[in-house]
Nanobody, 116 residues
């Protein structure tokens, strides 16, 4: 059974950095496209960053371009989100996602809080 477990969330102040990690277990395949989503209180879940299965196409939400970076390890068993120059509006629960060929898996999320 495929399982995604996020870690690295916490509380920071504006301008500081955090690095989220997502460990992927139970998958025999490494062709996944990977993504990070977030959901702020009272808002819909939104895409933050996505990396395709070849690792050569990265997509970012306009609100995080130039501040956040998505990456994976060579084995594609971990996906990371480096978040720099964080802002209060980045406060949300962040979810790891992997998807390909109609299959879609989610982690349970990790809370990130950014204070002024």
């Amino acid at each position: 059974q495929v399982e995604l477990v996020e870690s690295g969330g916490g509380s920071v102040q504006s301008g500081e950095s955090l690095r989220l990690s997502c460990a992927i277990t139970g998958s025999r395949f490494n062709f996944w496209a990977m993504a990070w989503y977030r959901q702020a209180p009272g808002k819909q879940r939104e895409l933050v960053a996505d990396i395709n299965n070849n690792g050569d196409k990265l997509t970012y939400a306009d609100s995080v371009k130039g501040r956040f970076t998505i990456s994976t390890d060579n084995a594609k068993k971990n996906v990371y989100l480096q978040m720099n120059n964080m802002k209060p509006e980045d406060t949300a629960v962040y979810y790891c996602n992997i998807h390909q060929f109609g299959a879609n898996y989610w982690g349970k999320g990790t809370l990130v809080t950014v204070s002024t």
